[in-house]
């Protein structure tokens, strides 16, 4: 059992010898963690507030409009909506998602 402990260690200095393998972090590197041991960010709370904000990532604003129909006409709000986010929320529609696309265009239209 001491010599296949002793036969996996020396495999791995070889490995790390031949820059197969990263040499393990200082304990004082905490910069160098890995993000796998750092907890999760919180799940973001999907709200109108956050439909709307132009500060909310594209990411997050499609995962809106493709899971969380009432929530879909605030997409209309947002000023960094993409065309094809508004093209989708238009024909996916939902509550309120007609009405939100009348006032969008006649803002447009009256400039």
């Given at each position: 059992?001491?010599?296949?402990?002793?036969?996996?260690?020396?495999?791995l200095d070889?490995?790390?010898?031949?820059?197969?393998?990263?040499?393990?972090?200082?304990?004082s590197d905490?910069?160098?963690?890995?993000?796998?041991?750092?907890?999760?960010?919180?799940?973001?709370?999907?709200?109108?507030?956050?439909?709307?904000?132009?500060?909310?990532?594209?990411?997050?604003?499609?995962?809106?409009?493709?899971h969380v129909?009432?929530?879909?006409?605030?997409?209309?709000?947002?000023?960094?909506?993409?065309?094809?986010?508004?093209?989708?929320?238009?024909?996916?529609?939902?509550?309120?998602?007609?009405?939100?696309?009348?006032?969008?265009?006649?803002?447009?239209?009256?400039?």
């Amino acid at each position: 059992m001491i010599g296949r402990r002793r036969d996996k260690a020396s495999r791995l200095d070889s490995l790390r010898q031949r820059q197969r393998l990263p040499e393990p972090a200082a304990q004082s590197d905490e910069h160098l963690i890995n993000d796998m041991t750092a907890p999760p960010e919180p799940p973001i709370a999907l709200t109108p507030e956050v439909a709307c904000s132009p500060d909310t990532d594209p990411e997050i604003l499609w995962h809106i409009a493709w899971h969380v129909p009432e929530l879909r006409r605030w997409l209309v709000a947002n000023p960094q909506a993409s065309p094809e986010l508004l093209e989708y929320v238009s024909q996916a529609g939902g509550p309120g998602v007609r009405r939100a696309l009348e006032i969008l265009l006649t803002s447009i239209e009256e400039g």
